[in-house]
């Protein structure tokens, strides 16, 4: 967690549940976990107690590879949150991970302007509080 | 089959001097009043808000004992659901006038919450998946204008016709690729109608809008990340359902009512609806032909990019849809509008509801 400009908020902490507490651990351990049916096999984000595409709740955690193609991105300008506002402007992205489900994250460590929809991207983690590190994503050259 | 029987809206954008329950009482009042229907004879109320027993709550303030009470909220697409099921209930016999009301203050008391930016809800639950990024609301948006140029080629130029032929298309980007005028404004304001039947409807002092079809349909919640296809809303699925159980075709609708929160919003809805082929729309829209004026007249009042959007606007299209039925549609009014099609859009592209008026009896 690194030091923070006068004024500013650390970052939005999850507050894991029941069904979200596996996906949570997991980042802390420097894992990129997605839920698995083993009767459909579909694999699926966030985490539920039944599978949305055959309702089976015969579900566990797999770890995925880290790796994904930017589906859509866009560039957050405005944001009046203490949390975010030192960060602008700063990428929001919908990831589409090689092993399955779609999920929101950040992709860093390049200049805004510089990611596009297609890029491919891998998993990197910022810790964020004792029960969560934050899965973002860097583009994978 | 039921019908609307009267329509209102307050004089937003700014309330500073009334409650959020005074801008309902008002749109009521006038609503009833511009149907030619005391509150008496009001048997069944709607309305959707934030909080639960929401709609009880406004019938205590009123004075009412409705036998008929819906609250159900799928956001900014919630007034339309609210007609659909009223026309069903007044249908069966259930309910002779139901009233159906919306207002807001947020203008008035907007903290730093709302506007284009907003923090999101508490990271718990399925919310957590897409509340720590630090994602806007206009930010959901702006993802699926991102990917709908990506995979269209549609350009910020086609979705700023849309947002008024006349503006400076150079207005600063807030989320890539949405600018600030590709967003709603943010306003007070409060409207209301009445649905009763058409046998009731047969003496009152003006002619009412029959309600000829509806539907409503959703793809998620408010993670947009979880909505199956970002260039796909449940527009797909509401207009064409609307548009058979009213037995009309597209090429049937005069006017246009299409819930404008960005511009995107709009697009996808005229792809969505068929009014062209999905990807088409940037092209669609070009050359002025949403215009009053145009082939086919959209947002006639301005809609919520210009003329008022005060939380959850689905009530406005369906006044100023009537309100165009009647004639009554002043300067801009769409020369022998008979068909209305009004699609209200709620949450994070995340539910449609879609309502088929008509001047004249099916």
């Known amino acids: ?141 | 089959m039921a019908v609307i029987a009267g329509v209102a809206t307050t004089d937003y954008p700014h309330h500073p001097e009334l409650t959020e329950l005074g801008v309902h009482a008002i749109a009521a009042d006038r609503a009833l009043a511009d149907a030619g229907i005391s509150w008496d004879e009001v048997d069944g109320y709607a309305s959707a808000g934030f909080f639960p027993m929401h709609a009880v709550q406004l019938c205590e303030y009123f004075g009412l004992k409705p036998s008929y009470l819906d609250e159900t909220n799928t956001g900014g697409s919630s007034f339309e659901v609210l007609v659909e099921h009223a026309a069903h209930v007044v249908d069966r016999g259930h309910a002779e006038v139901v009233l159906i009301t919306y207002g807001s203050v947020q203008l008035s008391q907007m903290g730093r919450r709302l506007g284009t930016g907003g923090s999101g809800p508490p990271p718990v639950g399925p919310a957590a998946a897409d509340a720590v990024w630090g994602n806007t609301l206009v930010g959901n948006y702006a993802l699926a204008a991102a990917r709908h140029q990506h995979d269209y080629g549609t350009t910020s130029e086609q979705l700023a016709e849309i947002a008024v032929t006349m503006r400076d298309h150079a207005s600063r980007l807030v989320a890539d690729p949405l600018h600030m005028l590709d967003c709603c404004v943010i306003s007070d304001g409060g409207a209301a109608c009445v649905v009763t039947s058409n046998e009731r409807a047969r003496d009152l002092r003006k002619a009412p809008a029959h309600i000829l079809g509806a539907a409503h349909a959703l793809t998620h919640h408010l993670n947009i990340s979880q909505m199956p296809d970002i260039n796909l809303t449940a527009a797909a699925q509401s207009g064409p359902l609307a548009l058979k159980r009213a037995g009309v075709s597209l090429a049937d609708v005069d006017v246009l009512q299409l819930y404008d929160s960005f511009t995107i919003t709009v697009l996808l809805t005229l792809e969505d609806l068929g009014f062209c082929a999905k990807g088409e729309g940037g092209a669609f829209v070009e050359g002025g032909r949403l215009r009053w004026d145009g082939p086919l007249p959209t947002n006639t009042d301005g809609g919520g990019l210009s003329s008022c959007h005060p939380g959850m606007r689905g009530m406005f299209l369906i006044v100023e849809a009537v309100r165009q039925l009647r004639g009554e549609g002043t300067a801009r009014q769409v020369a022998g509008a008979e068909i209305a099609l009004v699609h209200g859009t709620g949450g994070m592209l995340s539910t449609g509801a879609t309502l088929i008026l008509g001047s004249h009896a099916p």
């Open chain 1, 1 to 141: 967690m690194t030091e923070l400009p006068e004024g500013a908020k650390p970052r939005v902490a999850p507050i894991p549940d029941a069904e979200s507490e596996a996906f949570w651990s997991g980042t802390l351990a420097g894992k990129l976990l997605v839920q698995e049916c083993s009767v459909c096999g579909q694999r699926q984000l966030y985490g539920r107690s039944l599978c949305t595409n055959c309702h089976s709740a015969s579900l566990s955690w797999i770890e995925a590879s880290g790796r994904g193609t930017i589906y859509s991105r866009t560039i957050i300008r405005q944001n009046p949150s203490r949390s975010f506002k030192h960060l602008i402007p700063f990428v929001v992205a919908l990831i589409d991970l090689d092993d399955g489900p779609r999920m929101m994250s950040n992709v860093v460590g390049t200049p805004a302007e510089d990611v596009h929809i297609g890029d491919r991207v891998r998993v990197t983690f910022e810790p964020v509080s004792d029960a969560a590190a934050l899965p973002m994503f860097e583009l994978d050259t």
